[in-house]
């Protein structure tokens, strides 16, 4: 048994997801949901990214959407925090998906946090006509509560990917977002002018900290 040389080589080795087996003798199996979640800076589009585009070179007819909210690298296109990109079809609301999803096999969904709840009943109704739907998005809002339809999607998902980044203060593995400005909005469009990871320990005494300023 080959053993991994280090942390991060086995925290790789472990994480590597499997597409799940589209179809047996000829025949389309059910659908099914993956999620892929995390803090900010954890990976989650650059792995939506990676899924998206094997489908593709599978020849699978894909499909990917957005909250027409997020432009923070590029209108219409899906970004990661690297760069990475592929075509997207930004949307208002998450019915639309379902009104734009037509023929294809996969569909993809970034940012899902920032989607109205119907987005639940859209991936089921997806998944229940047989397409395979990969959804992206942050598990948990800057004050570490599960932000939007997130805990929705990972109850009815069939493969849940809960990805890590590291933490900015410790380098230890990060799974929270900490907001580095006083705004207490809960949706606000940001980079690392605004957030980063944190783990357990670094995010909760940031947050008390918040909290001591406020009181007199």
Not at 49 to 56: D, G
Not at 105 to 125: L, N, P, S
Not at 172 to 178: D, E, K, Q
Request: charged content about 25%.
């Amino acid at each position: 048994m080959l053993r991994p040389t280090n942390f991060l080589t086995w925290n790789i080795q472990i994480s590597m997801f499997l597409e799940p087996q589209s179809k047996i003798a000829g025949e389309h199996t059910s659908g099914s949901i993956e999620v892929i979640c995390g803090c900010m800076f954890s990976g989650k589009t650059e792995e939506l990214i990676r899924r998206l585009r094997r489908a593709t070179i599978a020849k699978q007819n894909v499909e990917i959407f957005k909250p027409a909210i997020d432009t923070r690298y590029d209108n219409d296109d899906v970004v990661s925090h690297n760069k990475t990109s592929i075509r997207s079809t930004p949307v208002q609301f998450a019915s639309d998906i379902l009104l734009l999803a037509g023929d294809s096999d996969v569909i993809g969904i970034d940012e899902a946090q920032f989607f109205d709840d119907q987005i639940v009943d859209v991936c089921r109704k997806l998944a229940n006509s047989g397409k395979r739907v990969i959804v992206a998005g942050l598990d948990m809002d800057a004050y570490g509560k599960p932000f939007g339809p997130m805990p929705y999607l990972l109850a009815i998902a069939e493969f849940v990917t809960k990805l890590h980044a590291i933490c900015a203060i410790s380098g230890s593995l990060a799974s929270f977002s900490y907001k580095l400005t006083e705004s207490e909005k809960t949706v606000e469009l940001g980079e690392t002018d605004i957030y980063e990871a944190r783990n357990r320990k670094y995010f909760y005494e940031g947050q008390k900290e918040k909290q001591d300023k406020k009181e007199p």
